[in-house]
């Protein structure tokens, strides 16, 4: 059972162009974290988010989580090949104890 | 180590054998994780541990399935008399900090062990 939802699910732009992933669920989540994937190797751990309505930018990603902590988004600009990943939503339960992964979103960036 | 440590990378094993399958996390690192993750999919919780404690074993899908870490460090997944829907990505992951505290640095995965039962 996938507690969260991603959408879309696969997603192919150009270079240069703008993008934002969503990360759905109806349960909310003490935080909720964005790990980016590459072929052949482990999730990397890019941001973790606490507070609702918090909003954390990474060179040029920005990351939001819902003011209700059941969503978030990530929003890419300027996109670059190097951005081309699964990016996987995780949220951790209310006891503190473990993250549930969603299904992911695939991106890629055509140069 | 360096990173999280997987071995072995690949295994594959006929239907009905034991396998198991190691993790040896980072240094330090208290908690440690197992996740299951298929094919263009998240990672499936499947236990955790914090120091040698098996926290929860919730994620885990029958009785075939066992996890230890015996002294706190290196965990070992087991499944016995293996099946076919047993194939998957086994991921082991650690963290610095404990589960079911209230700061969590998120997790340090390994690069997995490949699973194919045949």
């Known amino acids: 059972t996938q507690l969260l939802e991603q959408s879309p699910q696969f997603l192919s732009i150009q270079e240069g162009e703008n993008l934002t992933v969503y990360c759905n669920s109806s349960?909310?989540?003490?935080?909720l974290q964005w790990y980016r994937q590459e072929p052949g190797e482990g999730p990397v751990l890019l941001v973790t988010?606490?507070?609702?309505?918090e909003v954390k930018k990474l060179k040029r990603l920005t990351f939001q989580f819902g003011d209700a902590r059941k969503d978030s988004s990530l929003h890419i600009t300027a996109a670059q090949p190097g951005d081309t990943g699964l990016y996987l939503c995780a949220g951790e339960d209310d006891n503190f104890n473990k993250f549930y992964f969603g299904s992911g979103t695939k991106l890629n960036v055509k140069p | 180590g360096a990173g999280v440590s997987q071995s072995p990378r690949y295994k594959v094993t006929k239907r009905g054998q034991d396998v198991a399958l190691r993790c040896d996390p980072i240094s330090g690192h208290v908690s440690l994780y197992w996740y299951r993750q298929a094919l263009g999919q998240g990672p499936e919780f499947l236990t955790y541990f914090n120091y040698e404690a098996q926290q929860d074993k919730s994620g885990l899908p029958n009785d075939r399935f066992s996890a230890e870490r015996p002294e706190g460090s290196i965990s070992t997944l087991t499944i016995q008399r293996t099946e076919q829907r047993d194939s998957a990505m086994y991921r082991c992951a650690s963290s610095f900090s404990l589960a079911g505290g209230t700061a969590n640095y998120g997790y340090t995965f390994g690069s997995g062990t490949r699973l194919t039962v045949v």
């Open positions: 988010v606490v507070t609702g309505g």
């Open positions: 349960s909310v989540f003490s935080s």
